[in-house]
């Protein structure tokens, strides 16, 4: 066939898609069940299981639901009502003067940030192109390529803060950050997917101020923060600006399959949304409002946040660290980011003599499943930064059992 250029840019493969593949296949190929530590499907919580039951049964149990569910398109927006409920509980919770204007649902968060990126960054009317700057990397793999236009991307490395002997934590490095005209928006998630990182509100507020300087929106990835699923360590708060649009997912609330997010933001990016959904997908998918929508419009989605699934991670970060301790000896040349959210412990081994990908590679043969840092670093024209290659991704998400056994293994290679 012969594809165009777009066509061939969205069917060429990603860093994503090709590690997807390599863990399904070391996933059937493993003559015993392997640690899955390199996946970022949210923990399966007893308590939210129960609630998704229940609502399962209440939708089906009530015929108008159930057909209002399956069987009608919602606007391209979203359910109106959903739409007015996230509204009142971002007024009432943090103080947001938003509206339902303000909010477009998307089907999932990966495609919020495809429609975000690409509705600011690329060719310009006026031919000049516009960049997607992430100012502090690591970031999310799954950003790395939606760019609908080579070298879309740019990034900025960390400020490296040294928090102990086997400690570290990211910093944006202001001394670097200066956008120039080129720069159409700036990206950063909160807290990080993969280090845990919680930027600082001190940070996150000149980070904004920067933005309306130069008239530029910000960006916000709240996958695992706020308001929902709060998986929040740290003492920080959620940021709202007339420049700042916040992606807020379902997905690690415990309704991945879902896939359903908010976009919300001045009215114009929601507006644009809104179309762009409707050119691509007509509407959204009724399922994942329908669930969570009364849990929004009660309150009960934070009461859930802050006593079940946070708490729940806490403990699972905490008995993480514990093996970490347990398993790693004092005298390895390690560090871990300080974990202040999410669900990821992000481990440095300064100065290896193996590059991540190739700890990885010996890692599946013992199984264990990570995640490679280098797949977190893009958007800069050169890899020679060795820090990159220094890296893994651990999930904790996964049962406490395979935790410690993974980690036992990675301390075990990490001493090789």
């Known amino acids: 066939m012969n594809l165009s250029k777009l066509g061939q840019l969205l069917s060429g493969g990603s860093g994503i898609e090709q590690l997807m593949d390599d863990l399904g296949h070391a996933l059937a190929a493993s003559g015993s069940s392997p640690h899955m530590l390199g996946g970022g499907n949210p923990a399966h919580i007893p308590e939210m299981e129960k609630i998704w039951a229940g609502r399962m049964k209440e939708i089906t149990d009530d015929p108008a639901t159930l057909r209002r569910t ?3 398109y919602d606007p391209p927006r979203g359910n109106p009502g959903v739409l007015e409920a996230l509204a009142s509980l971002l007024k009432s919770e943090y103080g947001w003067p938003v509206g339902p204007e303000n909010i477009a649902v998307t089907p999932g968060g990966q495609t919020a940030f495809f429609f975000l990126f690409n509705l600011f960054g690329g060719r310009r009317p006026d031919g000049t192109p516009g960049k997607i700057l992430f100012p502090l990397m690591p970031e999310y793999i799954g950003y790395a390529n939606q760019a609908l236009e080579p070298d879309m991307f740019t990034s900025l490395r960390p400020a490296i803060e040294r928090t102990g002997s086997h ?34 509100d001190a ?5 904004a101020e920067i933005a309306a300087q130069r008239g530029i929106p910000l ?26 649009v916040h992606v807020m997912s379902l997905s690690k609330f415990g309704l991945p399959g879902t896939r359903t997010a908010f976009v919300v933001g001045p009215p114009e990016v929601a507006a644009a949304i809104s179309s762009m959904m ?24 934070l009461r859930l946040s802050r006593d079940v699934i946070r708490p729940y991670y806490q403990r699972k970060r905490d008995a993480a660290l ?9 005298s390895l040349p390690y560090a871990l980011h300080r974990s202040e959210g999410a669900m990821f412990l992000w ?69 090789r």
């Open 219 to 244: 960006i916000i990835d709240n996958a695992y923060g706020w308001p929902f699923p709060g998986i929040v360590f740290g003492d920080a708060k959620p940021i709202w600006t007339e420049r700042t």
């Open 347 to 415: 481990i440095w081994i300064e100065n290896s003599r193996r590059s991540s990908r190739e700890l990885y590679e010996t890692l599946k043969t013992r199984g264990v499943l990570v995640v490679p840092g280098e797949y977190f670093f893009f958007g800069e024209p050169s890899d020679e930064w060795r820090h990159r290659h220094e890296c893994l991704r651990v999930s904790f998400a996964m049962g406490e059992d395979d935790v410690r056994a993974g980690l036992k293994i990675i301390g075990e290679e990490i001493a």
């Open 278 to 301: 409707a050119v691509t997908g007509l509407a959204n998918g009724n399922f994942g409002q329908a669930i969570a929508g009364p849990l929004i419009e009660s309150g009960e989605v």
């Open 167 to 200: 400690s570290f934590k990211y910093h944006l490095d202001f001394s670097r950050l200066n956008p120039g005209p080129e720069v159409a928006a700036m990206c950063v998630s909160r807290p990080t997917n993969p280090s845990g990182n919680l930027i600082p």
């Open 322 to 330: 514990e093996a970490v301790a347990e398993f790693f000896p004092d």
């Open 203 to 207: 940070e996150m507020q000149r980070l």
């Open 70 to 72: 399956l069987a009608i």
